[in-house]
């Protein structure tokens, strides 16, 4: 499975941001899809998940509200759309994908094997 991510800049507080990230190499029926970050000095962590089959999303409190996650199942692609940004939303923000939903692990970066590159979000004026 790969995964690439694309979106990221610099953009002002208050502002939008879309990410993509283009899945292949599998057919992703059953799969958890999630959006991590990792801020400097900080640990990765969850932002939102979609279970692939489905459609349902999970998000974390901190992006709840504000931020939406989607997939296109024609175009084996995830979207996080991003309003309302904020400072504290700066950060490389990675997708990841597991072969399985399990209900409740879709938080944990460790259940996750595969990884995109990580794309830059800065929020800043």
């Known amino acids: 499975v790969q995964l690439q991510a694309s979106g990221g800049g610099l953009v002002q507080p208050g502002g939008s941001l879309r990410l993509s990230c283009a899945a292949s190499?599998?057919?992703?029926?059953?799969?958890?899809m999630g959006w991590f970050r990792q801020a400097p000095g900080k640990e990765r962590e969850f932002v939102a998940a979609?279970?692939?089959?489905?459609?349902?999303?999970h998000y974390s409190d901190s992006v709840k509200g504000r931020f939406t996650i989607s997939r296109d199942r024609a175009k084996d692609t995830v979207w996080l759309q991003m309003n309302s940004l904020k400072p504290e939303d700066t950060a490389v923000y990675y997708c990841?994908?597991?072969?399985?939903?399990?209900?409740?692990?879709?938080?944990?970066?460790?259940?996750?094997?595969?990884w995109g590159q990580g794309t830059q979000v800065t929020v800043s004026s």
């Open positions: 190499g599998d057919t992703f029926s059953n799969y958890a």
């Open positions: 979609v279970r692939w089959f489905t459609g349902s999303t």
């Open positions: 990841a994908a597991r072969a399985r939903w399990i209900v409740g692990r879709y938080m944990y970066s460790d259940e996750y094997p595969y």
